[in-house]
């Protein structure tokens, strides 16, 4: 039977007992329900995604969970958190019910948190946060068990989420938190309790719903807000709000401060920096020794996330050497940098996929790394731009403001699409002009067209640009993974 084949995150009881529900089964008396015991490997709010043996939470946000209860019992949901019992149920299926299935999965969380007695590491920045989490994963999985999402859970659901599937015995877990507004990050940031919390970086992101960029600096200051007790600041050297970043997390009662960055003075410099195939070898001074290392991931500012990864590791009691070594097996995540080879007649291009989300400092990164890509001979470097979405009226101006980068790169073609676009393709000087679109669906075809053997194509944009689409189409045209079998 599957429930005896699951590993148990939470058994009826603890579960009732975290939330405060009642256990029952459809049109059942909570008083007399007598209903075997159950136990749940897992927690799902998605009966698409769920699991034999999960936990359905039936939220209320986009869609009213509570619709799909005969779906997720179908699945083999081992029950479900729900705050009514609808008509269409199952009969007899195990349900705890409580006053609101979102309360109840903080509950979870909580409770989940309180008994591991593992490190938790709290990461949060304008750019760079996922990135960053799936290092965490592979560094801090060389001494132990870690917990993280498989995808960026990083709002008011997706945060409970992850902390109530942490395992008990689990030595690590890391969480990614995000925002678009002031006050979000402290509710999770308090959930989450992290025994380190790092800020990747502070740039103008979400601008449409924030006064300015130190503003900006003040939201993600709040993950300093939740630090448990001796718990440590990692903070970005070269940014300008160090200053305040540092002085919100003295106020918020850290214990102690680490920086990385390349100017002199932080605690994990990075001095140098090369392309090294589909990853790069870095020299850092990490507490104060010079060690060169390979990492699986290229782009500099992934370098600078990996100093974020190892200083925040070295402050939970992670080892370092085994940390370090370990990232040579990591590789980009799906829309995070990821290459694909691409077979075309009579070679193949390259696809450096960056499709998944953008603002202008994640936007400046990927268009260097796409420059620090040396095509061969014949090929060129070939930028497929979408729109950076909820950047107010500034968007105009910080669109423009990309083509110096793209200059500085020495990209031989761009493909922009969108409105905000626009205003990057007036100012692009002619030989750099590939085609705009008014949408990423009409970049497909041309972009199909164009790729030529040699060439290096990077995609990038916010996620409701949609220019994901045209990597897609590009790995569908005949990609194939590069490095699959480096992947931690």
């Known amino acids: 039977m599957v429930k005896d084949m699951i590993e148990n995150l939470w058994s009826a009881y603890e579960a009732a007992a975290a939330t405060g529900g009642a256990l029952c089964a459809r049109g059942g008396d909570p008083k007399s329900w007598t209903a075997e015991e159950w136990n749940a490997g897992g927690i799902s709010i998605d009966t698409r995604s769920l699991k034999p043996g999960d936990i359905f939470v039936a939220l209320r946000d986009a869609r009213d969970g509570h619709e799909f209860l005969k779906n997720a019992f179908d699945a083999g949901a081992a029950a479900a958190l729900v705050s009514r019992a609808p008509e269409d149920a199952p009969e007899g299926a195990p349900l705890l019910v409580v006053g609101d299935t979102l309360d109840g999965l903080r509950d979870l969380a909580k409770a989940a948190r309180t008994r591991n007695f593992g490190k938790r590491i709290g990461v949060t920045g304008s750019a760079g946060k996922t990135s960053t989490k799936e290092i965490l994963r592979a560094v801090l999985g060389s001494d132990g068990e870690v917990h993280a999402a ?207 989300n953008a603002n202008p400092a994640s936007m400046a990164a990927a268009i260097g790394l796409l420059g620090a890509s040396e095509p061969p001979s014949g090929g060129r470097r070939i930028a497929v731009l979408g729109e950076m979405l909820e950047l107010g009226p500034d968007g105009p101006a910080l669109h423009r403001g990309l083509a110096e980068a793209l200059v500085a790169a020495k990209v031989d073609r761009v493909y922009a699409a969108g409105q905000l676009m626009r205003h990057l393709w007036d100012v692009l000087p002619d030989a750099m002009r590939g085609l705009y679109a008014d949408d990423a669906v009409g970049l497909v075809g041309p972009v199909l067209d164009a790729v030529a053997p040699g060439d290096i194509i990077m995609v990038k944009g916010s996620n409701a640009s949609k220019v994901s689409a045209v990597a897609r189409a590009l790995k569908q045209s005949g990609g194939k993974e590069e490095n699959k079998e480096s992947r931690a």
């Open 150 to 356: 498989d995808k960026s859970f990083n709002n008011h659901w997706g945060v409970p989420l992850t902390l109530a599937r942490l395992p008990m015995r689990a030595d690590y877990g890391v969480f990614e938190i995000g925002m678009n507004h002031l006050g979000e990050i402290t509710p999770l940031t308090k959930l989450v309790r992290p025994h380190a919390a790092i800020v990747t970086t502070v740039a103008a992101a979400h601008l449409e719903f924030f006064k300015s960029v130190e503003e900006i600096a003040e939201a993600k200051a709040e993950i300093f807000s939740g630090l448990a007790p001796g718990g440590v600041a990692v903070l970005p050297f070269d940014n300008e709000f160090f200053p305040l970043l540092k002085k919100r997390a003295e106020e918020a009662g850290a214990a102690s401060f680490v920086s990385f960055g390349e100017k002199d003075g932080a605690d994990f410099q990075l001095l140098d920096y090369k392309p090294e195939g589909a990853g790069a070898t870095l020299k850092a001074k990490i507490k104060g020794e010079v060690q060169s290392f390979f990492a699986g991931v290229p782009g500099r500012h992934q370098a600078l996330n990996i100093l974020a990864a190892l200083a925040a590791a070295d402050a939970v009691g992670c080892p370092l050497g085994p940390a370090i070594h370990a990232l040579a097996r990591i590789a980009p995540a799906e829309g995070r940098g990821a290459r694909s080879r691409i077979a075309l007649e009579g070679g193949e291009a390259t696809l450096i996929d960056e499709s998944y």
